[in-house]
């Protein structure tokens, strides 16, 4: 092991790029049906991953989904990643707790190892004043986006756990969960999303003498079927975001692919208990 002195001259035991792939490794990504979720697991696809488990709400995953899994699959065959290029549907609720910890050890029975994870299920509820809040609206932000991403990031650490090679967990947060604006206060999601961010803290110093680390990743806004059900009921807001963002525009779910391998591949192994935010450069309103 390297003692990490300054000047030490034990070389660098693997090339550079090497560090990226995730040859071989096992995921498991909720939310992984549409949207960031599933482009993140196609990120793990390419970076070399076996199989990636995908677990979302709907019975049947979308055909978004499907077509994913094909790319994936072809992927696999061509050799290029190194992986088979295996994408996995589970059908699950992150907020049953029981559930998330058997699809978990379903997983490590089948695959005998977990390496990463990437909890992206989240739900946002918007335009509610905060004073008039209902207890069960606010109950049901609260329980997708901070009680199903533990409950999700439980799943995947506990067989880092039991296998003994450690691991990387990915908790999507949110821009949101450190800046808002009074347009966009969305005082569940907010909420949540802030609590993600200690969630990944606090986790991290838990977690790093089993050597699984924690961070949390925080998109700014990206159109996905998330973002589109509010923008398209208010869509001076598409123009009125991209002219707050130095960039002039909303990211692309794409945009997420680079830093999600970073994360949870070896080329981020000092990195835990960071959040990492991803948001062209919007970071105050
Ligand atoms: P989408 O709505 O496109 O995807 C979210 C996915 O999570 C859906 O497939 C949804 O299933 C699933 N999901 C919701 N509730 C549950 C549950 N209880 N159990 C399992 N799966 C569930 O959203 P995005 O892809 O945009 O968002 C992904 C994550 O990124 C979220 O955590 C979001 O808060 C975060 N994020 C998104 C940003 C953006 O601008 N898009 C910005 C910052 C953060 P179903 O469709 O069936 O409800």
Redesign the pocket.
């Known amino acids: 092991a390297l003692n990490c002195k300054p000047n030490d001259p034990t070389p660098s035991p693997t090339i550079f790029s090497h560090e990226f792939s995730l040859a071989d490794r096992v995921a498991l990504v909720?939310?992984g049906?549409?949207?960031?979720?599933l482009e993140m697991a196609l990120a793990l696809i390419e970076a070399g991953a076996r199989v990636v488990y995908c677990?979302?709400?709907?019975k049947d995953p979308s055909a978004e989904w499907q077509a994913a899994h094909d790319y994936a699959k072809k992927l696999g065959s061509s050799g290029k990643t190194g992986g088979e290029g295996r994408l996995e549907y589970i059908t699950?609720?992150?907020?049953d707790q029981a559930l998330m910890w058997k699809i978990g050890k379903q997983i490590g029975d089948k695959e005998g190892r977990m390496d990463a994870c990437v909890a992206?299920?989240?739900?946002?509820r918007s335009n509610i004043d905060c004073l008039e809040y209902p207890a069960e609206e606010f109950r049901k932000v609260i329980d997708?986006?901070v009680n199903?991403v533990l409950f999700t990031a439980q799943a995947a650490g506990r067989q880092m756990e039991r296998f003994g090679n450690g691991g990387s967990i990915v908790l999507?947060a949110?821009?949101?969960g450190s800046i808002t604006n009074k347009d966009q206060a969305w005082v569940s999601y907010n909420t949540s999303?802030s609590a993600v961010i200690q969630m990944a803290r606090s986790m991290a110093c838990e977690l790093a003498p089993r050597k699984i680390r924690v961070n949390s990743l925080?998109?700014?806004?990206?159109y996905?079927?998330?973002?589109a059900a509010y923008l398209d009921s208010q869509p001076h807001l598409l123009e009125k975001w991209s002219s707050q963002n130095p960039m002039g525009r909303l990211g692309r779910p794409d945009e997420l692919r680079g830093v999600v391998t970073w994360l949870t591949s070896d080329a981020s192994t000092f990195c835990t208990g960071s959040d990492v935010l991803v948001s062209g450069g919007h970071h105050s309103w």
């Open positions: 909720s939310g049906n549409r949207g960031l979720g677990v979302d709400l709907p699950g609720d992150v907020t992206a299920a989240g739900i946002l997708v986006n199903g999507i949110s821009m949101s999303k925080s998109p700014g806004y990206i996905t079927s998330l973002t």
